[in-house]
């Protein structure tokens, strides 16, 4: 017989009430023999919630609480199962982690980890495995509890992708999609594709790592372009050709499918539809950075314009300012125009006297070449045996 | 996954290290509570000491499982919906689980899998071993002896300061670690430059000072190197010469001297085989079939790869251009299918996580080809 289990008592308060609000909560012995004292409750007031098994005289109870048992020996008498939506499984799935302890007149289970919304939890408890019992004709009761999916509607969406201009090279290194929300890993790359002018999907174009390269935030995604597609003088794999050739138009597209941190899918998909211009093989020079230095005395933004934009991440990350003692500025920096111009404002006023830029050689631009170094290297020329992490410096005077 | 020798000269060095540091191994490890942000990938050392990587701490602990009672035999072993299993063990749906690595205990043999619950920014990091029966179990890690090391950034000379106070999304994941002789090999890929990096710990370390950073160039493209991640790689004796066969992304398949790998040197690696396009290596293992090597090489879409290391020694470098596939021989085991991680498990077989029906994976030991 199916009957609704009583799952909040007298003193349950209204949060618990309202978490009532679509549970699946019943129990049922399992099969026809004594009809049962016993039942179990789901308790929701404890984080995470606990199971518990109510009914057993004292006499139990206090067997139970002299004995010695370990894991394996409670779980033979009341145990919590996660189900996998198919009953085959779910008959092999093992009992989940978790303590037991006996106190308030009743068998608690406290699951190690936090229950989860849509799983379908199946507790059973045994009393014919009580200690010493004579409730070996005692049916099993088994529960079902269920916290309902989350229901609201999607809101994340794709804020930004960088590099954002429009015309892009054509040995482009990475993009960074930048979602409003954290995000969920796995799949992102069935959920990514890159579409040709006619709209054909361009085959493999993305660098498939199954550490999914995310910031730890997950609201930032790199996505490397398969430098094996990346187009070189000497054509690499022919019979696959390149990801990007110039003069031609690509969109790239992100799934509505993808999945946020609660589990919802994106509020909409995202596209970026950019034309690929000649490929960029030249180092980075500071030499053609014009730096705009401000006043002294005020909060004004230092600005730096590039000749060509620099990949998002490491331009905010490895520009740095130092004043005339040598020590670094605090502020916070930003990029605009297309990642060609970078400003920095600082917390503090200017002082007067000579500043400097410091920029870490690893810099790249967007197809991945450092300063005074290329992203790729000529085998005719002599491998340069050691590399540092340099720091390349631009002086500047504020008065 | 990751054995740590290879031939019989590369084992008599192993021994002969074993007997120096036999009672160290565990030497600066503390007992508590170790704790992980993340844990990515696994590799055992000597004594059933697991070493584990910490991608989101940017950290590698070393831990004395204890688990050092020898294994009397190795049965054959399958746990169909391991993942499945772990995530009922763990109280989640299989969706929510991600298995990073496995690997095989050498002396129990039991095995090791590094386990993510939940794919979001609160993921739980879960160690699970299986054990020879198939029994599964939490690894508890509470109360263990244990050493950990943070991996610093590469230090930048010459500043001072705090500068631009953001936060930094910067992320070095880890894609494979070894443990070599008295050496833990980390190869590292940024989510924001993109270079390879490998590093090599000496071991036991009490904290990892500076570390050893490389950037491996190889010769795939035709006239060009290219900076390029290691996805998977084993140490292996070519010749009389410890080496590294590292699996790029792309899918070379490169090899270096271990003994290059000193600070800030830049090495170039030598390209023996192009193993095609179109697919992505997974994980590798070596092993001896009728008194030969070979490396076992599992991929994304290029199935199982058995790959000949006759004449390793005396290979060419591969720098010109290249149509498809190149250099060391291989063939494709068809009947492998689906295999996502792969470990030796003994001298005759391999523990592989490979595709079930439907969303399951399946835990297998399969035969060494």
């Given amino acids: ?113 936090p229950l989860e919304p849509g799983v379908r939890y199946r507790a059973v408890f045994r009393p014919s495995k009580l200690p010493g019992s004579g409730e070996i004709r005692k049916a099993d009761i088994l529960s079902i509890f269920q916290l309902p999916a989350i229901q609201r509607q999607p809101t994340t969406v794709v804020a930004q992708v960088y590099p954002s201009a429009d015309v892009l090279p054509e040995n ?96 909409e998909p995202f596209r970026k539809s950019f034309r690929v211009s000649a490929p960029d093989r030249e180092p980075t020079s500071l030499a053609s950075w014009t730096i705009k230095p401000p006043k002294s005395g005020t909060r004004d933004a230092l600005t730096v ?72 290297v000529d085998l005719l020329e002599p491998v340069q045996r050691r590399f540092t992490n340099q720091v390349v410096r631009l002086s500047f005077e504020v008065r | 996954m990751k054995p740590t020798t290879r031939s019989l000269v590369v084992a008599l060095i192993a021994l002969s290290c074993l007997a120096l540091h036999a009672a160290n191994w565990t030497q600066g490890m503390k007992e508590g509570k170790a704790e992980f942000k993340s844990i990515s990938q696994l590799a055992f050392g000597p004594e059933g000491i697991l070493i584990v990587a910490d991608t989101k701490a940017a950290a590698i602990t070393a831990i004395a499982t204890g ?62 071993r299986v054990k020879a029966g198939g029994e599964l179990e939490a690894v508890s890690l509470d109360k263990v002896k244990f050493t950990r090391g943070e991996l610093p950034d590469a230090p930048v000379d010459g500043v001072v300061g705090e500068g631009n106070r953001q936060s930094n999304p910067r992320q070095e994941s880890i894609t494979d670690i070894a443990f070599f002789q008295d050496r833990i090999l980390i190869a590292g890929l940024s989510n924001e430059e993109f270079a390879s990096t490998l590093r090599a710990i000496p071991f036991p370390f009490e904290k990892v000072a500076g570390g050893t950073s490389v950037e491996i ?72 079939k009728d008194g030969k090597d070979y490396l076992l090489l599992a991929n994304s879409s290029r199935g199982i790869m058995k790959i000949s290391t006759d004449n390793i020694e005396k290979a060419e470098s591969i720098t010109t251009k290249v149509a498809d596939k190149q250099g060391q021989s291989y063939e494709t085991i068809a009947s492998w299918t689906g295999v996502d991680q792969l470990d030796k498990l003994d001298a005759g077989h391999a523990l592989v996580v490979r595709k079930g029906e439907g969303n399951a994976l399946n835990l297998e030991s399969m035969a060494l080809p």
Wanted: hydrophobic share 40%; aromatic share 8%.
């Fill in chain 2, 217 to 288: 160039y190889h010769g795939a493209h035709g006239k060009f190197e290219t900076r390029s991640p290691v996805r998977t790689f084993v140490p292996f004796n070519v010749g009389n010469e410890p080496s590294l066969i590292a699996a790029y992304t792309c899918t070379p398949l490169v090899q270096f001297p271990i003994k290059e790998l000193s600070p800030g040197a830049k090495i170039k690696g030598k390209t023996i085989a192009e193993l095609g396009n179109r697919n992505r290596p997974l994980d590798m293992i070596v092993y001896q």
């Fill in chain 1, 305 to 376: 314009n590039f000749p060509e934009p620099m990949d998002h991440a490491l331009a905010l990350r490895v520009i740095r300012v130092a004043n005339a003692a040598g020590r670094l500025v605090e502020g916070a920096s930003a990029l605009a125009d297309h990642e060609t111009r970078w400003s920095f404002t600082p917390q503090e006023t200017w002082t007067a006297g000579t500043h400097q830029l410091q920029v870490q050689n690893n810099i790249e631009d967007l197809a991945g070449n450092n300063i005074g170094k290329a992203f790729e």
């Fill in chain 2, 67 to 128: 688990d050092t009672t020898p294994a009397k035999e190795t049965k054959a072993l399958k746990v169909e919906g391991i993942n499945q299993k772990i995530a009922g063990l763990l109280g989640t749906s299989a969706e929510q689980l991600v298995i990073n690595d496995m690997v095989v205990n050498p002396i129990s043999r039991s095995a090791y899998l590094a386990v993510s619950r939940g794919r979001g920014p609160d993921a739980v990091p879960v160690l699970v």
């Fill in chain 1, 1 to 113: 017989m199916v009957q609704p289990v009583r799952l909040v008592t007298s003193a349950a308060t209204l949060r618990a009430s309202l978490l009532l609000v679509g549970w699946l909560g019943v129990s049922y012995p399992a099969s026809a023999a004594e009809t049962s004292t016993y039942s179990i409750r789901w308790n929701t007031n404890s984080t995470p919630p606990m199971v518990e098994a109510v009914g057993l005289n004292e006499k139990a109870l206090r067997q139970l609480q002299e004995s010695n048992w370990q894991t394996a020996d409670w779980q033979k008498l009341l145990s919590v199962y996660a189900g996998q939506g198919d009953f085959m499984t779910d008959m092999s799935v093992p009992a989940m982690l978790g303590s037991y302890q006996v106190a308030d007149n009743r068998i608690r289970f406290q699951p190690q980890f």
């Fill in chain 1, 172 to 267: 482009l290194l990475k993009f960074y999609i930048h979602f409003s929300a954290p995000m969920r890993g796995g799949h992102i790359y069935e959920r990514v594709r890159l579409r040709d002018e006619v709209g054909k999907v361009v085959e493999l174009p993305f660098l498939e790592l199954d550490e999914e390269l995310w910031n730890p935030e997950m609201t930032r995604l790199t996505l490397f372009i398969d430098p094996g597609r990346i187009k070189r003088e000497v054509k690499p794999l022919e019979d696959i050709g390149p990801a990007l050739e110039a003069g031609k138009r690509y969109t790239l597209e992100i799934d509505a499918a993808c999945t946020d941190s609660a589990g919802l899918p994106m509020r």
